[in-house]
């Protein structure tokens, strides 16, 4: 479970900005420290793409564009156990499932549709096994 902070599945990303935040630093040069917290913040949406974010109890996809805009937010039962997380990527629509239950199924009218999947933590962390990314 998650207290605090997120974890979460990148897919479809492109034009990851190469900047000093996400290099870890601010622009005078100096590292980024937990105070400050808008430029780190900033520097986690420097890319186009989707994301399906896992914490404090919930699941959202957010689609950025160097900025990040809620798409669709769901109730999300926490597990000490683990989760096994299944997110496909056709054409204009998103499906995620959560331990084979069908969780969403997002149709974009503006799709991004090619890029990138990754891994991304805020402020948490997450032990992730059996790590597959297919072309469907």
Do not use: H, Q
């Amino acid at each position: 479970t998650l207290d605090k902070g997120d974890v979460g599945i990148l897919a479809r990303v492109t034009s990851a900005a190469e900047t000093n935040l996400i290099k870890g630093m601010n622009p005078d040069g100096s590292p980024i420290t937990p105070t400050d917290s808008e430029s780190a913040r900033k520097g986690r949406w420097w890319f186009k793409g989707y994301l399906v974010s896992f914490g404090n109890g919930k699941v959202s996809l957010y689609k950025n564009n160097y900025g990040e805009k809620l798409l669709l937010e769901r109730e999300l039962e926490p597990s000490e156990k683990g989760i096994k997380i299944s997110l496909s990527c056709k054409g204009d629509t998103l499906t995620l499932t959560v331990n084979k239950e069908n969780i969403f199924e997002y149709k974009d009218a503006e799709p991004y549709l090619y890029g990138m999947a990754g891994i991304r933590g805020a402020d948490a962390g997450a032990l992730i096994k059996n790590l597959t990314v297919e072309k469907i």
